[in-house]
């Protein structure tokens, strides 16, 4: 019997010893899982959560500025639709008197001179 109970404590021995190598490979495979992973996601050039939240805030004010902005824009093009029509500037025209000094300051002009043909002699 005291063999039996030497093999069981052989045994247990044993396993203690499986179990503690077990542990032991299963902190290597965490560790180089972790590595792993790490160098996976530096290569992705991901962002970090930081950079995300700044972001995140810049756009939500963004969009904040761009909603005020539109409610400006519609206010001012109601004003405008409410305003009467501008009136267009009159094209400048010369008016009677305007033409007639022009036409006193203007010297006419001299009727061209005829050609001279030769003669047949």
Do not use: C, I, Y
């Amino acid at each position: 019997m005291s063999n039996q109970n030497n093999m069981f404590g052989e045994f247990t021995k044993m396993a203690e010893g499986a179990m503690s190598a077990f542990g032991g490979v299963k902190e290597e495979m965490d560790s180089f899982m972790r590595q792993h992973l790490e160098r996976l996601l530096s290569d992705m050039d991901l962002v970090t959560r930081e950079e995300f939240e700044v972001v995140k805030a810049m756009a939500a004010k963004a969009r904040s500025e761009q909603e005020a902005l539109e409610k400006k824009v519609a206010q001012l093009e109601a004003k405008l639709a409410k305003a009467p029509a501008a009136r267009k500037p009159r094209a400048k025209t010369a008016s009677p008197k305007a033409a007639a000094t022009k036409a006193k300051t203007t010297k006419p002009k001299a009727a061209p001179k005829p050609k001279a043909t030769p003669k047949a002699e």
